[in-house]
């Protein structure tokens, strides 16, 4: 007589049988409380241009915006992050417009805390689309970017945004120093409840080229990279000492960007300090997913949906996201 062979004592598959019980026992989930939306805003009125280098994003004056912000508070996404497009006759080597209380961000913040209180917005700190090198700070006679003189912009930006109403400030320029000294400038302004997000660690990464199209330093920028300040794409210890530093210095969130390449660090950040974790699915993340679904190649919907949940999983409380609305918007049908 042939005997049988011994049965598996388990077997992973019987929780994979149904959709019921895969949703019973799936251990990450997204809402569109997880979403931030980048977006890029204009000078003038019923401006709207595409970028083209980001199918389905696109630049747009601060009426326009008020349209993008109501859908936001329908779908629930909690977060609208600014990021401006500065006429080029407003750009000079220090983008000392950064710090007008009068320029376009600072008016943005207003207009929309004005009419959608209740959805938080965030603005980046950060000299690049001021600057007529597109460089994110002020550079010496040799073109080296002048860490401690750029804090000082940075802070009077960051205090512009405060002035102006704005929740969350996010310093993208990774300048040493810059969250403890944006910190104490708020504090000692009164601004006690503005939130700093710290890019903490940024990477100088390939993968922003879309968006430098977006604000518009792609060409300013030309050939010269930001290597001298965003970090090496092979560090990954360094990464949570710069968190540590931003930590310390009082930043109430920190963001590992770019995301997908950049998961691993994620999880070692968010294992290390269970801080609240965010991180950023940049220009050239999205550009890949439109490019390969614009092909047929990929399912553009169920790739942007696993991509999105891989950041949960790997640990970040949130994702500054442009795919926010489409995914709030499937999300929400389900
Ligand atoms: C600049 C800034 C960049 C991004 C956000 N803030 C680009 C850069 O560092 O050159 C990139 C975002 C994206 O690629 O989506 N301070």
């Given at each position: 007589m042939r005997t049988l062979p011994p049965f598996p004592a388990s077997r992973p598959r019987r929780l994979r049988r149904d959709a019921f019980t895969r949703a019973l026992v799936r251990e990450n989930r997204l809402a569109p409380e997880d979403f931030i939306l980048p977006v890029f805003v204009l000078e003038g009125t019923k401006q709207v241009q595409d970028v083209p280098s980001m199918p389905g994003v696109q630049r747009m004056s601060q009426d326009m915006l008020f349209?993008?912000?109501?859908?936001?508070?329908?779908?629930?996404?909690?977060?609208?992050?600014?990021?401006?497009?500065?006429?080029?006759?407003?750009?000079?080597?220090?983008?000392?417009?950064?710090?007008?209380?009068?320029?376009?961000?600072?008016?943005?913040?207003?207009?929309?805390?004005?009419?959608?209180?209740?959805?938080?917005?965030?603005?980046?700190?950060?000299?690049?689309?001021?600057?007529?090198?597109?460089?994110?700070?002020?550079?010496?006679?040799?073109?080296?970017?002048?860490?401690?003189?750029?804090?000082?912009?940075?802070?009077?930006?960051?205090?512009?945004?405060?002035?102006?109403?704005?929740?969350?400030?996010?310093?993208?320029?990774?300048?040493?120093?810059?969250?403890?000294?944006?910190?104490?400038?708020?504090?000692?302004?009164?601004?006690?409840?503005?939130?700093?997000?710290?890019?903490?660690?940024?990477?100088?990464?390939?993968?922003?080229?879309?968006?430098?199209?977006?604000v518009g330093t792609r060409g300013t920028l030309g050939k010269s990279d930001k290597k001298v300040y965003q970090m090496d794409p092979g560090n990954s210890n360094e990464a949570l000492r710069e968190v540590a530093l931003d930590i310390a210095e009082g930043a109430d969130m920190v963001m590992v960007k770019p995301g997908l390449p950049y998961l691993d660090i994620v999880r070692r950040v968010k294992d290390e300090f269970g801080m609240p974790t965010f991180a950023y699915q940049v220009s050239g993340e999205y550009a890949m997913i439109k490019a390969a679904a614009a092909n047929g190649w990929l399912d553009h919907d169920a790739v942007m949906m696993e991509a999105l949940l891989a950041f949960k999983r790997a640990g970040a409380d949130g994702i500054l996201t442009y795919f926010a609305l489409d995914a709030a918007r499937l999300l929400r049908q389900r």
């Amino acid at each position: 007589m042939r005997t049988l062979p011994p049965f598996p004592a388990s077997r992973p598959r019987r929780l994979r049988r149904d959709a019921f019980t895969r949703a019973l026992v799936r251990e990450n989930r997204l809402a569109p409380e997880d979403f931030i939306l980048p977006v890029f805003v204009l000078e003038g009125t019923k401006q709207v241009q595409d970028v083209p280098s980001m199918p389905g994003v696109q630049r747009m004056s601060q009426d326009m915006l008020f349209g993008v912000a109501e859908q936001c508070v329908e779908l629930g996404i909690p977060v609208l992050a600014l990021f401006p497009n500065i006429d080029a006759s407003l750009k000079t080597p220090d983008g000392r417009e950064a710090t007008n209380p009068d320029g376009l961000i600072p008016r943005t913040v207003r207009a929309l805390k004005e009419r959608f209180p209740e959805l938080g917005v965030m603005t980046d700190v950060a000299l690049d689309p001021y600057t007529s090198h597109g460089q994110d700070g002020v550079l010496d006679e040799t073109g080296y970017i002048i860490n401690d003189v750029t804090v000082e912009v940075l802070t009077a930006q960051a205090l512009t945004h405060a002035a102006a109403g704005v929740d969350i400030v996010a310093p993208s320029d990774m300048m040493d120093g810059r969250i403890g000294a944006i910190r104490s400038a708020l504090e000692a302004g009164g601004h006690i409840h503005t939130r700093i997000m710290a890019y903490s660690a940024k990477y100088a990464s390939a993968f922003y080229g879309p968006f430098r199209d977006a604000v518009g330093t792609r060409g300013t920028l030309g050939k010269s990279d930001k290597k001298v300040y965003q970090m090496d794409p092979g560090n990954s210890n360094e990464a949570l000492r710069e968190v540590a530093l931003d930590i310390a210095e009082g930043a109430d969130m920190v963001m590992v960007k770019p995301g997908l390449p950049y998961l691993d660090i994620v999880r070692r950040v968010k294992d290390e300090f269970g801080m609240p974790t965010f991180a950023y699915q940049v220009s050239g993340e999205y550009a890949m997913i439109k490019a390969a679904a614009a092909n047929g190649w990929l399912d553009h919907d169920a790739v942007m949906m696993e991509a999105l949940l891989a950041f949960k999983r790997a640990g970040a409380d949130g994702i500054l996201t442009y795919f926010a609305l489409d995914a709030a918007r499937l999300l929400r049908q389900r």
